[in-house]
T-cell receptor, first 113, second 113 residues
Framework: NAGVTQTPKFQVLKTGQSMTLQCAQD?????MSWYRQDPGMGLRLIHY???????DQGEVPNGYNVSRSTTEDFPLRLLSAAPSQTSVYFC????????????FGPGTRLTVT | GDSVTQMEGPVTLSEEAFLTINCTYT??????LFWYVQYPGEGLQLLLK?????DKGSNKGFEATYRKETTSFHLEKGSVQVSDSAVYFC????????????FGKGTTLSVSS
């Protein structure tokens, strides 16, 4: 198993550009989430999905879109990048059972200039 | 709403010192509690977990006990090593299905030889 994979590892965008951060998992996990990590803020939930075709907003959803057309993939779209979206983005997945471990991808470091 | 509060860092210790990182939480119902560790340049890894009151999670010499009466889940290790230098995150998951993790802000631990 590759686990949770994220691409790209690094990205630099100009203000106003759009892009998609890719996330895929090969563990057949129902639940997938996107977090952003900022210094002194910990990890904050952006969007999550409980299964294909079902998504919901987290704590900081503004400026981001998600979709879940397959169990494996959960892309995060930045519609019009802003400097405030400079962050490290982590995708995570877990199985249905509440106590199961959440697996994290290696992260994407995004800089918006 | 639900939240997790961790002690502010950084925590700086000498090798073989005793470690405590405090974590308290606010949540309705009976959340599951977790400690995650993030080594430099990597994603988060589950360190230990506890799913009900008085449970003790343990792994790699680290321990934490789920104390419902004090709403706490403090992380302890009797003798830290240089390789334990990392950022430690306390997190909770509410009892409802489909919920993602709520993280504390993280505590940076630096261990010197």
């Amino acid at each position: 198993n590759a686990g949770v994979t994220q691409t790209p590892k690094f990205q630099v965008l100009k203000t106003g550009q759009s892009m998609t951060l890719q996330c895929a998992q090969d563990m057949n996990h129902e639940y997938m989430s996107w977090y952003r990590q900022d210094p002194g803020m910990g990890l904050r939930l952006i969007h999550y999905s409980v299964g294909a075709g079902i998504t919901d907003q987290g704590e900081v959803p503004n400026g981001y879109n998600v979709s879940r057309s397959t169990t494996e993939d959960f892309p995060l779209r930045l519609l019009s990048a802003a400097p405030s979206q400079t962050s490290v983005y982590f995708c995570a997945s877990r199985n249905r059972t509440l106590t199961y471990e959440q697996y994290f991808g290696p992260g994407t470091r995004l800089t918006v200039t | 709403g639900d939240s997790v509060t961790q002690m502010e860092g950084p925590v700086t210790l000498s090798e073989e010192a005793f470690l405590t990182i405090n974590c308290t939480y606010t949540a309705t119902g009976y959340p599951s509690l977790f400690w995650y560790v993030q080594y430099p340049g990597e994603g988060l890894q589950l360190l230990l977990k506890a799913t009900k009151a008085d449970d003790k999670g343990s792994n790699k010499g680290f321990e934490a006990t789920y104390r419902k009466e004090t709403t706490s889940f403090h992380l302890e290790k009797g003798s830290v090593q240089v390789s334990d230098s990392a950022v430690y995150f306390c997190a909770l998951r509410r009892w409802q299905a489909g919920t993602a993790l709520i993280f504390g802000k993280g505590t940076t631990l630096s261990v010197s030889s």
